[in-house]
């Protein structure tokens, strides 16, 4: 931890700051107290920050995850990456047409490249959601990513293991994946499957 980080503290309600270490030392914060970095989407129990909380002689508690992504913005996350998907498509359809001349084989070609689709939204969302962004682009631009069942991050073989059991919920017809309706965790049958959540940011 940088000593120069700097901090803001919600009191009564309210985000105040931005304080410095050495500042939040003499305000005798609680384990409950919210507290961000500068420049951090989110607001934590300082007990739920590790590094934080040893510095202020704190016992750390990890917390699992308490607010979950519903399922519409789960929704509009997936039309999101499609749309990135396309247009990656869109982009490789432009280089064939620039790159042939027969006429016969374009129309043909370019249908039959649309299978590329969900290819790339299944790679990105594999390649993202396993990393330490652990969020597909859709889910980035709404504030939401994945976790395993204690808030950690996936790894890239959960992040296959999940968006390979997607296939389950289309096979079913739709009905895995409004399975997370009647979930308090709003947990897919993906979800269940490869012991994933969908988590948003806390609001404060």
Known sequence: ????????????????????????????LRPTDFVKPVGYPEFKELREMEALSKELNVAHQSTLPQYFASLDMRLLSTAIDYFFAFCGYAVLAAIYL??????????????????????????TSVILEG??????????????????????????????ARNLAKLIGIVTLGIGFLSGFFDRRQQCLHDKIAGTLVIKDRLI
């Open 131 to 160: 990393s330490k962004k652990q969020a597909s682009i859709g889910k980035m631009l709404i504030g939401v990513k994945v976790t395993d069942e204690q808030g950690k991050p996936i790894g890239y073989g959960r992040s296959i």
């Open 98 to 123: 620039g790159g042939t001349s027969n006429m016969e084989t374009r129309i043909p070609t370019l249908l039959i490249g649309l299978v590329l689709v969900p290819i790339l939204k299944f790679l």
């Open 1 to 28: 931890m940088n000593p120069s980080d700097r901090y803001e503290v919600v009191v009564q309600g309210k985000p105040k700051g931005p304080f410095s270490l050495d500042e939040l030392r003499t305000m005798n």
